[in-house]
Each structure stands twice: as C-alpha cells, then as structure tokens.
C-alpha cells in the first residue's frame, strides 16, 4: 500500500508548485504594479552606480559619504568623516542630517554586505528627497582601504583598566 502512495508525493508536490508559479504569474500579470523580483531601490534606482577611482575623485572634491550599514558596523570601522546614515534609523537620523547632505555637492552612499541594498535603500531614499548627485559605491570597505581612502577603526578596549 505504502508502495503506491509513494510515487503519488512526487506528483502532488509538483502540482501544487506548478498551480503556485501559476498564480503568481497570474498576479503579477493582472495586477498594474505586479511584485517585483529585486528592491525598487535595486531594480530601478533612481541613484548612480560609482566606481572605486571615481570615489576616491569625489571625495577629494568634497563629496559627503554616508555609510548605510547598522551602527554597530559603522561604530567598527567606517571611512573618516563620513556620516551614518542605517535604513533602520532613517527617519530618526534624516531629519538631524539633511542641512549637511544638502550642502554637499555630491553623496556617496556606501555599505556593502553580501549585497547592495542597504547602500541602495538610503540613496534611493535621498534621491526621493531631492538630492539630485547620489552615488552608490560599488565597492567594499576594505577596497576603498586598499585604494587609500582613510578608515577609522574603532580601538578595543583593554580589560582591567
């Protein structure tokens, strides 16, 4: 008996994946604004793409960076003078921010994980609140250390003391 239901699981799971991917295209094909497989921030980003030697270029110019990771990366290590600025904390810190990305002749917003988002969430946000120069960094941390570009590492504290 078990023998027959067996070759059944294979054939109901396949259904019920096919009647998923099935509603889901219809969704997206019935629905003016579908789902979108990328962030809007990713998919169609109102921000510019900029590379490392440009960067650095920028920023001898005076362009204000603003790194979009988490405060606790940012307290870590973070480029010298640049500014946090977390998805997360958005809408706390914008207000207290805004006069000095303003004053900045261009942005550069960078902070990278395993992907851009973070980086593209906060561009996509300042581009939306009229920045018109904001760039995301196509870089890690540690490229723009090697390319020169000063870091400032949060010291360990020694115990005991």
């Known amino acids: ?18 009647a998923a991917a099935g509603g889901g295209l219809a969704f997206n094909l019935l ?3 579908g789902v979108g497989w990328l962030p809007e921030a990713v998919a169609r980003p109102l921000w510019r793409p900029l ?4 960067a650095v270029r920028l920023r001898q110019q005076g362009a204000l960076m603003v790194d979009a990771r988490d405060p606790g990366h940012y ?50 946000f300042l581009c939306r609140q009229g920045l018109r120069r904001v760039y995301v960094l196509q870089a890690t941390l540690e490229q723009c250390r090697a390319a ?11 115990q005991g003391s």
Do not use: C, D, T
């Open 1 to 18: 008996m078990s023998l027959l239901r067996r070759p059944r699981l294979p054939l109901a799971m396949a259904l019920i994946l096919l």
């Open 75 to 124: 307290k870590a290590a973070h480029l010298r003078g640049a500014v946090n600025l977390s998805p997360r904390e958005r809408e706390l810190l914008w207000p207290l921010l805004e006069p000095q990305l303003r004053r900045a002749p261009a942005v550069v917003v960078y902070g990278r994980y395993r992907s851009r988002w973070p980086a593209a969430e906060i561009a996509q």
């Open 51 to 54: 590379e490392l030697a440009r």
């Open 31 to 33: 629905m003016p604004q």
């Open 148 to 158: 020169g570009l000063p870091l400032r590492r949060r010291r360990p504290r020694r």
